[in-house]
């Protein structure tokens, strides 16, 4: 059930959730934020002011193929595991090992052309035990081999992290390299968000072109807005950005950044 909150709960910022949003620390009290928004407001809330980045945030696509349809099974000499143990994760690695490989070489490659990188800045770790890693300056590009839980598909995890150079991920040259796909921006907490105290902020905001559903218990909520092309997915544990179409990792992060300027309102508008 939902609850009223105590006034002076209101006057405290103290949800992780909007300093993900806002990018501020979580210590500030209401009427802290509500000066520093106004002064990060005239410089447009550029998300390269922040020192350190995004390293929180991960970018992920995941893709499940049935073991039968990768190239490399051979249906006349090759057994379909029945379950996920150790064995099958190595069998699912020796047939998937090639194609790994292959796909670290063409992003190490479209990274190297795009940012025209030196041979010491990238390195590459793998492909070992499913996974291969490009680490860059600015982020790290990861591909993770899996299998379901029926031990029916392989699934394939692309994810790029511990972002830090956040001007290199929303220019073209990052844009060049990740094509258009099912990519989520999702953000994990250590400490739970109070959903209902979300819940209850946005529905503040006295704007037609943003909207919030939730659930009788308040367990989840999503946020949408006629100026984002993409949907804010609240829980307790973790926020997701998950786009209304196919788009790029830059898109998700361009989103992002609209939610932020977006649900800043509440503070500017109190007092």
Known sequence: ??????????????????????????????????????????????????????????????????????????????NLPTSRSRS?????????EGELDAELDRIYSSLRRAFQLKRRQLDVHGPAERRGIIETP????????????????????????????????????????????????EVSFANPVDVEYVIDSIEEIDDQSLSVDYDKSGDWCDVQSTKVSALLKVTASKVQIVPVRMATPRVLLEALTEFRSHLMIPALSSS
């Open 138 to 185: 600015w982020f790290n590009f990861e591909i993770c081999v899996d299998l379901s839980e029926d031990a029916a598909e392989v699934i394939w995890t692309f994810e790029l992290n511990r972002i830090a150079g956040v001007d290199k991920v929303t220019g073209e040259e990052f844009e060049s390299c990740f094509e258009a796909g099912t990519w989520i921006l």
């Open 88 to 96: 099958a994760l190595e069998f699912i690695e020796r047939l998937t």
């Open 1 to 78: 059930m939902r609850t009223n909150h105590a006034t002076g709960r209101a006057n405290e910022m103290k949800d992780v959730f909007f300093t993900l949003l806002i990018g501020l620390p979580v210590s500030m009290d209401w009427r802290q934020l509500n000066s520093e928004v106004n002064t990060r407001k005239a410089a447009q809330f550029n998300m390269t002011d922040q020192p350190n980045g995004l390293p929180d945030i991960r970018i992920f696509s995941q893709t499940a193929i049935p073991i039968r349809n990768l190239k490399t099974f051979d249906r006349s000499r090759h």
